[in-house]
Every structure is written in structure tokens, then in C-alpha cells.
């Protein structure tokens, strides 16, 4: 069984950062891609940012320039830097991750959800 586990959620004042961490587990054989997602209220969930195998990454334009996808492959671990983060950032971030397991079997895996709340 694949776990995603995430940390670092909580409240941040306007123009502050806060960094998401979101930690693969299992008996994972590899990680592919890993991305983040948020959710607001009344809203469909969407892309933020993902990373891919090589280091590739694609950024939803509303976050560009301001947030940073990294990822620690040692630790099957991504992070999301959120810098100079706005009101509308207030959503639930999910990770996710496309992992092979060590029976080769392919999961598409979601964290628990970290809330994200940008108010002064």
C-alpha cells in the first residue's frame, strides 16, 4: 500500500510563504510524477504545480512566479514553496504522485489534504 503524507498547512499572512512537504511511503519501487493540487470552497480542484520524473515542472499561471515545485527523490518527498501568497491561494492543497510499487503494480496516489488560509 502507497501513502502520501502531507505537512506544513495552516494560516499565512499576505506576501508571507509557507512551504507544503508531502512524503511517499510504501514499498514503492519508483515515483514518477508528483504534483499538487488545491480545492477551495465551492470550487472544482485544480492544478497548481507538477514535477516529473526528469524534473520537468508546469505551473498554473495563476501561481507563477510566486510558487516553487521541488522535489527529493532520496526521500520520494515534493515540497511546494508558496511565496508572496494571495487571499485567493485559501484552498485545500492535495499531493499526488504516480508510483510504482515493489510488485511493479501502478498507483495514482492522493495525500490527506493540508488547509492553506491567506489572511492578514
Known amino acids: 500500500q502507497v501513502q502520501l503524507v502531507e505537512s506544513g498547512g495552516g494560516l499565512v499572512q499576505p506576501g508571507g510563504s509557507l512551504r507544503l512537504s508531502c512524503a511517499a511511503s510504501g514499498n514503492i519501487d519508483s515515483v514518477n510524477d508528483m504534483g499538487w493540487y488545491r480545492q477551495a470552497p465551492g470550487k472544482q480542484r485544480e492544478l497548481v504545480a507538477n514535477?516529473?520524473?526528469?524534473?520537468?515542472?508546469n505551473y498554473a499561471d495563476s501561481v507563477k512566479g510566486r510558487f516553487t515545485i521541488s522535489r527529493d527523490y532520496a526521500k520520494n518527498t515534493v515540497y511546494l514553496q508558496m511565496n508572496s501568497p494571495k487571499p485567493e491561494d485559501t484552498a485545500v492543497y492535495y499531493c499526488n504522485a504516480d508510483v510504482l510499487d515493489a510488485l511493479w503494480r501502478r498507483f495514482n496516489s492522493w495525500g490527506q489534504g493540508a488547509q492553506v488560509t491567506v489572511s492578514s
Open positions: 514535477i516529473t520524473r526528469g524534473g520537468s515542472t
